[in-house]
């Protein structure tokens, strides 16, 4: 696969996170999650403490995590996994299918309204759909209604609620 997968609107483009995206994909992560926490929000809290820095780590070597970038400087990121994570298993139970899991998109919280989270989303479903990939799965906590109602407003469908997450899928 090309390093380079797709061109967006003005003048922002997608592709595979390297190594050396590394230290910027972990600041926005952690900024979007300090974010959330300030709005009272609890989404992100064991990622914002580096519960997660590995996780992120082996997606970006596994180039499974994509980043969008404007002037050389990334604005948004997201992680779409072929196999479960131990999470997915978790809430979803082990399911063998060829859905893919997505983690962590994120937009830099400055940007964040300005309709970059559903670009970025419609160009994973069509990447996906493109691959020949017909699901995709995600999870949100439960309580934050606005995130839920983004991917509601977005052709996702809620399964089932787990563990205070709510289960979303979507065929493409």
Known sequence: MANKVDLLMDEREVSIATSKDEKEIITLLKDVANWLKEKGIDQWGFLAEGGEDEEIRQAIHNK?????????????????????????????????????????????????????????????????????????????????????????????VKISTNDNHSLYQKIL
């Open 64 to 156: 499974e995590t994509f980043v969008v970038k404007r002037n050389e400087h990334i604005v948004a990121t997201l992680t779409l996994y072929k196999k479960q994570s131990l999470w997915d298993q978790h809430v979803w139970g082990i399911r063998n299918d060829r859905a893919i899991y997505l983690h962590r998109l994120a937009v830099d919280s400055s940007l964040i309204g300005s309709g970059l989270g559903i670009e970025v989303l419609k160009w994973a479903e069509n990447k996906l759909k493109n691959d020949g990939i017909d699901m995709l799965r995600l999870d949100c906590v439960e309580n934050n209604l606005k995130l839920n109602n983004f991917y509601s407003e977005n052709g996702f």
